[in-house]
C-alpha cells in the first residue's frame, strides 16, 4: 500500500479544497458570524464527500491581503470551523493556513485530528506579493516533533504559485530538497495563480527526479485535462477552483462539477487497475 492509499484508502485520490469566507480580522471580513462562516464550510465539505471526494483541505482563501503569521484571532476561528468539518464528514482532513504558516497549521491539525497540512513557502526563499518568504522547513519539523504530531503529515509545495524562487533553479532540483532535505512527506506541483494550469512537464520533471516520492499536481485540473497528469506523472489531486460553479473561484461548491470530475477519476483508477 503506497502513501496515499494508506491516508485516504483510494489510488489517486482526490483532495477538495474549503475556501472559507473571510475571516473576522481579515480586510475582507464584513462581518458575517463565525457560525455562519461555519455553516457554509460544512455545507461545502458535504457537498464535496457526498458525490466522491477522498479528502479535504480546509483553507483561509479570502483573508487577503496575507500575513506571512497569522493572528490568534484567525488560529482560534479556524481550530472552531475544522471541528466542524471534522465532525461532519468521514474523510482527512488537512489544513492550510496562508500566507505560509505551518506552526498554527500543525497547532490547529494537532488540536482537531487534522492529517495533514499544506505549506505554501517550505524549502528556498520566494519573493511574492508580501514580500520575501523564507524556508519555514527546520523550523516546522522540530515544531512538529515539539507538539508531538508526527502522524500531520507535511505536504510542501514547490516553485508555488504567485511566488517566484530565488534559487533560480530547475523545480525537479527544488523538489528533490523538499524532499530529502526538509523531510516533507509529499511534494506539490502547481501552475503560476489560484486555478492556473499546472504544466505537465514541471511534474514529469520531478516525478523522474523523485520516483519514490509522493506527488500531487496542485492547481487547473479539469476533467478535460486530469488524463495529463495522472496516472503517469502524479499521484493525487488538489482541486478547489475546477470544482465551483462556472469554474469561479469565488463562487460556491458545485455538486454537478465535483460528480462528473469524480467520475472521471473513477474511470482513470479502473484503467490503471486493469
Wanted: positive net charge.
Amino acid at each position: 500500500m503506497n502513501f496515499f492509499e494508506e491516508l485516504f484508502g483510494k489510488s489517486y485520490p482526490v483532495i477538495g479544497v474549503i475556501h472559507l469566507q473571510p475571516l473576522p480580522g481579515a480586510p475582507r471580513y464584513r462581518g458575517m458570524s463565525v457560525k455562519e462562516i461555519t455553516r457554509i464550510a460544512v455545507e461545502e465539505a458535504r457537498i464535496m464527500v457526498d458525490n466522491g471526494i477522498d479528502g479535504l483541505i480546509v483553507e483561509n482563501f479570502r483573508d487577503m491581503m496575507f500575513k506571512k503569521r497569522v493572528g490568534p484571532e484567525t488560529v482560534a476561528i479556524m481550530t472552531y470551523v475544522a471541528s466542524k468539518v471534522v465532525e461532519a464528514v468521514n474523510v482527512p482532513i488537512g489544513i492550510c493556513v496562508l500566507q505560509s504558516d505551518p506552526f498554527a497549521g500543525l497547532s490547529i491539525a494537532k488540536a482537531v485530528g487534522g492529517r495533514f497540512i499544506r505549506v505554501p513557502y517550505y524549502t528556498e526563499t520566494y519573493i511574492v506579493d508580501t514580500g520575501i518568504m523564507d524556508s519555514v522547513a527546520a523550523d516546522a519539523l522540530r515544531f512538529r516533533k515539539f507538539i508531538d504530531a508526527a502522524d500531520v503529515k507535511i505536504f510542501a509545495d514547490v516553485h508555488i504559485k504567485h511566488g517566484y524562487s530565488l534559487s533560480r533553479r530547475p523545480i525537479q532540483e527544488s523538489a528533490e530538497d523538499a524532499y530529502k532535505r526538509g523531510l516533507a512527506d509529499a511534494i506539490i506541483v502547481t501552475g503560476k495563480k489560484t486555478g492556473g494550469v499546472t504544466d505537465p512537464n514541471d511534474l514529469k520533471a520531478v516525478k523522474k527526479a523523485l520516483p519514490e516520492a509522493p506527488v500531487i499536481v496542485g492547481s487547473g485540473v479539469t476533467p478535460e485535462n486530469l488524463a495529463d497528469y495522472i496516472p503517469s506523472f502524479a499521484d493525487a489531486v488538489i482541486i478547489g477552483t475546477g470544482l465551483k460553479k462556472n469554474g469561479k473561484t469565488e463562487e460556491t461548491v458545485d455538486p454537478i462539477r465535483v460528480r462528473e470530475f469524480m467520475k472521471k477519476i473513477e474511470k482513470l483508477r479502473e484503467k490503471v487497475a486493469r
